[in-house]
């Protein structure tokens, strides 16, 4: 079985331009997340996605952060315009709807330069 | 609303000795706990978790984990480490039901030494 894929896995971008990072969760799963982890800290929540609806995006800085899940299955997380303090580790992880255990993606690295 | 503390954000120890990673965790509701590992440059790797049952949970790479209710603790230990099980290593809790977010602490970095 295929695990979570996410690309880019590194990325390198100059401040106030736009970057998206893309999510392919395992086949049949329907919940999706996307964390952030900045260095040296715990993943946390950015958004969460049951299908194609945003159950939870609480904690997605909406004005400069949007996502997207069209069809239910692939994601994509994008900034714009970056700012030096979005540089962190951007995860994203798949579940069965109601499943006890999530699955990780390696994660894409973004560094705002 | 939950949250995780975990104690300690380094633990280097000698290949061979044991070990015991601390997590104690805040909800007003029941939860899941968790134990995740992350390899450098990698995502996370479930270890191991605690739905209910036996409070002693056995996972991969011959790690196991405690259950406190009254300590509200899930400290995770193994006892005998190998230069391969250096890594970042992450608690976290879940309210049970639905699929809610995972709350996660800092995390502890274990560096085990020859």
């Known amino acids: 079985e295929a695990g979570v894929v996410q690309s880019p896995r590194y990325k390198i971008i100059e401040k106030k331009q736009p970057v998206a990072f893309w999510c392919n969760p395992i086949s049949g799963h329907n919940t999706l997340y996307w964390y952030l982890q900045n260095l040296g800290q715990g993943p946390e929540l950015l958004i969460r996605y049951e299908n194609e609806e945003a159950v939870d995006d609480s904690q997605l800085p909406k004005d400069r952060f949007s996502a997207e899940r069209l069809k239910g299955v692939d994601s994509t997380l994008k900034i714009q315009p970056a700012e030096l303090g979005d540089s962190a580790v951007y995860l994203c992880a798949s579940s069965h709807t109601g499943g006890t255990e999530a699955f990780f993606g390696q994660g894409t690295r973004l560094t705002v330069v | 609303a939950q949250s995780v503390t975990q104690l300690d954000s380094q633990v280097p120890v000698f290949e061979e000795a044991p070990v015991e990673l601390r997590c104690n965790y805040s909800?007003?509701?029941?939860?899941?706990l968790f134990w995740y590992v992350q390899y450098p440059n990698q995502g996370l790797q479930l270890l191991l978790k605690?739905?209910?049952?036996?409070?002693l949970v056995k996972g991969i790479n011959g790690f196991e984990a405690e259950f406190n209710k009254s300590q509200t603790s899930f400290h995770l230990r193994k006892p005998s480490v190998h230069i391969s099980d250096t890594a970042e290593y992450f608690c976290a809790v879940r309210s049970k039901g639905g699929s809610e977010k995972l709350v996660f602490g800092k995390g502890t970095k274990l560096t085990v030494n020859p």
């Open positions: 605690y739905l209910s049952g036996s409070t």
């Open positions: 909800s007003s509701v029941s939860v899941y």
